[in-house]
């Protein structure tokens, strides 16, 4: 088992847990992942690393409730524990080889959008215990959804903006960083791009444009984790890619992001059904459009 | 019980309309008296030439008689001898090419039914409480070994049963490997057999730590390091699942085997009590033509769809056991043989298959493996309408471990070199067996080299401390 030492909310639908785990967290890099399973009948949920402790032996996991296994996460708390919690997986950042006398000659910007402000959050830090700072651009929908601004601040030179203006920018991460480059005198060579798969998407539009070196993390659907069954495909150059050992960082602007996003759908129907099913009972009978109702 | 000494004694069966819509176990084995009618057949030959065909060297004449006169404790304690997972094998070995295929009853009859005796012997001693001995006296050498598979779990039981303080590594939350990943619960159960058979090895004295993957979570450098193992065992299975590399092949409703099955067998998603979702197609194709591709199709079949499966070559060529592939046309699977994809089609709108397209073959001359190669036949072409593709192709192998230990080399095919005599590598210390060695094979293959391995690695550390 592995105890939950604390558990918070940073946003109204966004959770952090503080996990026990020793041999995770003495290991694992910025870019890496574990996976987590509530108990014997849970799913083998994919999540990435916000923060380790390599002394305490904890790790830090963010995350945001959209299916019926996430949102059975989302209601432990401090004292209970997971069943497996297994990690790290996946190839660290590539930032952790690269020479830190060549990455401080970068000029690097994290792009990070809604809960993919938390997996950034450890490659920004490990730069600034390097000595390298890097722009962080966290785009949110609005005010409440901004996490971890405090984390960042210290680390960084950081940049808030949100869709509807309520706190500081106002705009998409794109607009933000097209302003940076455009009228706030700002150049980048490097940029990592964590976050919803449409705004990944976007982004690597916009910095193949600005001739910007782009990786982003992907987070397809998964189940072992470890190579063995395939589900994480994603074509990157036209070539198959297995996220959870090929990457799951690539160079975002060879990433087929269509079609990763369109196979993230693929159980949405069964997910669907299974959360309308917990929340409706035997009262839902279609007519939401999603589910097939009772087909 | 009357026996005719050129036929087996039949095993009973779950009816094939009945166990095409559940998951309970489609053989049911010998009971004692057909047990023991059974044994008569067998002619206890001088030279034994089933064993010789047995990967593991079970003294088969020696466990049959002691079924034939009532002592299944001696039985199952001669099967012990040489295996440490019997109720296993009992039940998955290709007993056909193996221990059955030299049986001199199979020259003018049938084989004797040395697989459904084993299993008999093993569920015996199971329903009776008999556990395998552990060793006397430990001898405090810390040996590793990684995966909880077969290999693994015969490796670490030979070990601890020679004295060793064995501990598993495994990368999954539940021990077994393909045992309880791929095979499913109606061929193989999971609560009944293979959590048994895996309890047995941990009254050795063998410690399972699950949910740690080697070459992440530690590495095999560490564990003969700080960690203060002496040697290590990498039994860490076959891998990547292979896909044809056709066309429309990442649609939505393309599942490696390995994924399909792992959903259903690991995590139990056709059980409604479990979480993890799967897709209940409702025109299901496999492609392929081994125990997996079978293993698949009735998984697919028992959720409830209609069941291709899709082999390019012909059925004389199917690499599946013979009992599988019998099993899955009594149930309904469609064979369409010969014939090959060549493009999946996927809807516009949806990105979901919606058909595959496939090509006629032919036989030509036999290729390198000796088979008959597949030719295609042109203009042949033609579209199978469904709703689910299931690639069981066979696997590559898994990269984490040879990547991340130095000085363990892979071939060519990046399987990791290892004698087949004592499972040693290029790594001092460091052996290895099964899938991760050869490719996709049995498991009882598997178990033959965990047990090689076990004693290579007694000889290594005898020798360390010899000089």
């Known amino acids: ?35 987590a399973k509530v108990d014997e009948v849970g799913e083998r949920i994919p999540l990435t690393i916000c923060d380790y402790d390599r002394e305490k032996g904890t790790i830090t996991i963010v995350f945001q409730p959209i299916g019926n296994s996430t949102r059975r996460m989302a209601e432990l708390s401090t004292g209970d524990a997971f069943e497996d919690f297994v990690g790290p997986l996946g190839r660290p950042s590539d930032l952790i080889d690269t020479p830190i006398d060549e990455l401080k000659k970068r000029s690097i910007v994290f792009i990070a959008g809604g809960v993919g402000t938390a997996p950034v ?28 601004e405090d984390e960042f601040k210290s680390v960084c030179n ?40 449409i705004m990944m998407k976007f982004v690597c539009k916009m910095t193949k444009g ?55 759908k693929m159980y949405q129907t069964e997910e669907g059904r299974a959360i309308l099913k917990a929340q409706e009972g035997d009262t839902h009978h279609g007519g939401c459009g999603m589910c097939g109702g009772d087909k | 019980m009357e026996v005719d000494m050129l036929k087996k004694v039949p095993v009973r069966e779950q009816d094939p309309m009945v166990r095409a819509r559940n998951f309970d176990e489609v053989c049911l084995g010998y009971n004692q008296e057909e047990a023991m009618a059974e044994s008569t057949r067998c002619l206890n030959c001088k030279k034994p030439k089933c064993v010789e065909g047995c990967p593991v060297h079970i003294n088969i004449p020696a466990f049959i008689q002691g079924v034939k006169n009532g002592d299944f404790r001696h039985a199952y304690d001669v099967i012990s001898e040489s295996s440490s997972l019997p109720a296993v094998c ?47 006296e430990k001898n405090g050498h810390k040996i590793a070994v990684i995966g909880a598979g077969p290999s693994g779990l015969t490796c670490a039981g030979d070990l601890a049963k020679l004295g060793y303080d064995v501990t598993i590594f495994e990368a999954l939350h539940k021990a077994g490997g393909v045992l309880a990943y791929g095979i499913p619960e109606f061929r193989l159960p999971k609560d009944k057999v293979v959590e048994k058979e895996v309890e047995n090895v941990k009254s050795l004295g063998v410690k399972i730590e699950t949910n740690v993957v080697i070459g992440k979570s530690v590495t095999v450098d560490e564990l003969l390091g700080e960690e203060g193992f002496e040697a290590v065992f990498i039994g860490s299975g076959a891998g990547l699942p292979r896909f044809m590399n056709i066309p429309g092949e990442t649609a939505l409703g393309v599942f490696s085997a390995n994924e399909y099955l792992t959903r259903n067998n690991l995590m139990k998603a056709y059980r409604d009590d479990y979480y ?21 199709a009735r998984t697919a079949l028992r959720l409830g769809a209609e069941v291709h499966i899709v082999y390019r070559r012909s059925e004389e060529e199917l690499p599946a056991r013979r009992e599988e592939v019998h099993h899955a046309k009594e149930e309904g699977i469609i064979f369409d043989l010969l014939t090959n994809p060549v493009e999946v089609i996927a809807d516009e709108k949806t990105g979901w298959v919606k058909a595959i397209r496939c090509i006629r073959m032919e036989l030509g001359e036999p290729d390198a493996s000796g088979r008959r190669r597949p030719v295609e036949i042109p203009g042949s072409e033609f579209n199978m309408d469904c709703d689910t593709v299931i690639m069981s192709l066979g696997t590559s192998p898994n990269p984490l471990i040879s990547s991340t230990t130095v000085g363990l080399d892979v071939n060519k095919r990046k399987c990791i070199i290892a004698s087949e005599e004592n499972g040693q590598t290029t790594k001092d210390g460091v052996f290895a067996g099964g899938d991760a060695v050869t490719g996709a094979a049995t498991v009882i293959l598997a178990m033959g080299a965990g047990k090689a391995a076990a004693k290579g690695i007694d000889q290594f550390i005898k020798s360390k401390y010899a000089g």
């Not at chain 1, 639908?13 to 694992?28: E, F, L, Q, S, T």
């Not at chain 1, 390298?132 to 971890?148: C, S």
């Not at chain 1, 198959?240 to 050992?245: D, E, Y």
């Not at chain 2, 008999?120 to 006397?136: M, Y």
């Open chain 1, 1 to 35: 088992m592995y105890k939950i030492l604390s558990a918070d909310k940073l946003a109204a639908n966004i959770y952090r847990m503080v996990v026990d785990a020793p041999m995770v967290a003495k290991h694992c890099q910025p870019g890496q992942f574990i996976i």
């Open chain 1, 121 to 148: 959050y450890p490659q920004v830090k490990w730069l600034h215990e390097h000595g390298v700072t890097a722009d962080v651009i966290i785009g949110a929908k609005n005010k409440d959804l901004v996490i971890l």
């Open chain 1, 158 to 197: 950081l940049y808030i903006t949100t869709d509807d203006g309520s706190y500081q920018r106002k705009g998409m991460v794109t607009v933000c960083l097209q302003d940076l480059i455009e009228k706030e005198g700002k150049h980048y060579d490097w940029c990592v791009a964590i976050g919803p798969m």
């Open chain 1, 210 to 264: 600005y001739n910007i070196h782009t990786v982003v993390s992907m987070n397809p659907i998964m189940v072992d984790g470890t190579g063995m069954c395939g589900a994480c495909r994603v074509m990157v150059g036209g070539e198959v890619k297995f996220a959870c050992v090929d990457g799951p960082e690539f160079d975002g602007h060879l990433v087929d992001f269509d079609q990763a996003m369109q196979r993230n």
């Open chain 2, 90 to 136: 009992g039940r998955v070995c290709p007993q056909e090419t193996q221990c059955e295929e030299r049986c001199i009853r199979g020259i003018k009859g049938e084989a004797v039914s040395i697989g459904k005796l084993e299993r008999f012997t093993a569920d015996w001693a199971k329903e009776n409480g008999i556990k395998p001995a552990p060793a006397k």
């Open chain 2, 276 to 296: 993890t979702p799967i897709h209940r197609g409702k025109k299901v194709v496999v492609v392929g033509g081994g125990n997996v591709a079978m293993d698949a």
